[in-house]
């Protein structure tokens, strides 16, 4: 068995904690890009349905494109704080301590919790949107 001493384990560790985090804020990035995308699809989409003519139900089409609204706006905010946390997280190279890594590791976890959430009430609504159901 190969033995490091601690300086080297801990390299090795920051790297790897390096390697997932450049990953994940590369895959929120491109994530919530598309969640814009869709975001103004629909809206667009259901607008046009509320501008015609034969809608009989234009209330309901006002609460999604509300929904709409609210998601989109929450959309953006994140993509701000994303875009601030990768700025920051260019002073993870220069850590030379474990309270210096603790303190990026603990920002980044933080921010994927409330990330993975948006994320999730994103997609619950695009179901609902796409299945038809009615929104609550």
Not at 15 to 22: A, G, M, S
Request: proline share 1%; glycine share 4%.
């Amino acid at each position: 068995m190969i033995q490091f001493d601690t300086a080297t384990q801990r390299l090795g560790l920051v790297n790897l904690e390096q390697i997932f985090v450049t990953r994940d804020l590369s895959q929120w990035r491109d994530e919530l890009s598309i969640v814009g995308v869709e975001l103004a699809f629909c809206y667009d989409f259901l607008s046009s349905i509320l501008a015609s003519s034969k809608v009989k139900t234009p209330g309901k089409y006002r609460n999604i494109l509300d929904k709409l609204t609210q998601m989109k706006e929450t959309n953006v905010l994140f993509d701000d704080r994303l875009q601030q946390l990768t700025l920051q997280f260019d002073g993870y190279a220069e850590c030379d301590d474990m309270q210096c890594d603790q303190y990026y590791i603990s920002n980044h976890l933080d921010f994927r919790e409330k990330i993975e959430k948006h994320l999730f009430l994103y997609r619950r609504l695009k179901k609902k949107l796409i299945c038809g159901m009615q929104l609550i």
